[in-house]
């Protein structure tokens, strides 16, 4: 498939799942938690779904909430988008984050000293 197409989909993915975690879920933790990003597969048949969260909890813990939330996502998902078949949602941890505030702290320690 086309990879602009797969990118505003991706995209698309991102804007709609952040606002069924913030605006649909009712369970708390999942209004702690920031979509990073989506990779969607060339079939459309899976879309893993990078995030963060600024509580401290356990990553696979998150992981696994999400996981379990998946299934209600998916299908909040598949009433906001217009496409023959939604994709499977795998969610994955975004160490992107952490390593950049790490960096950021190494460098205020090379300033410091």
């Known amino acids: ?15 709609e799942v952040s ?7 009712r369970d708390r933790l999942m209004h702690t938690i920031t979509i990073t990003g989506c990779d969607v597969s060339n079939d459309l048949s ?3 779904i990078y995030f963060t969260s600024q509580v401290n909890i ?13 299934s ?3 299908h909040e998902l598949s009433e906001r ?4 078949h939604t994709p499977k949602l795998v969610f994955v941890y975004d160490e992107s984050v952490e390593y ?7 460098i205020e320690e090379i300033h410091k000293g």
Do not use: P, T, W
Not at 58 to 69: I, N, Q, R, T, W
Not at 81 to 84: A, D, L, N, P, V
């Open 58 to 70: 356990e990553k696979k813990e998150l992981v696994k909430e999400l996981e379990e939330a998946s």
């Open 46 to 48: 899976y879309a893993k």
């Open 81 to 84: 988008i217009e496409i023959r």
């Open 100 to 106: 950049g505030n790490h960096i950021e702290q190494i």
């Open 19 to 25: 606002d069924i975690l913030n605006n649909v879920s």
């Open 1 to 15: 498939m086309n990879q602009i197409k797969l990118k505003r989909i991706g995209s698309l993915i991102v804007k």
């Open 72 to 74: 209600f996502i998916r």
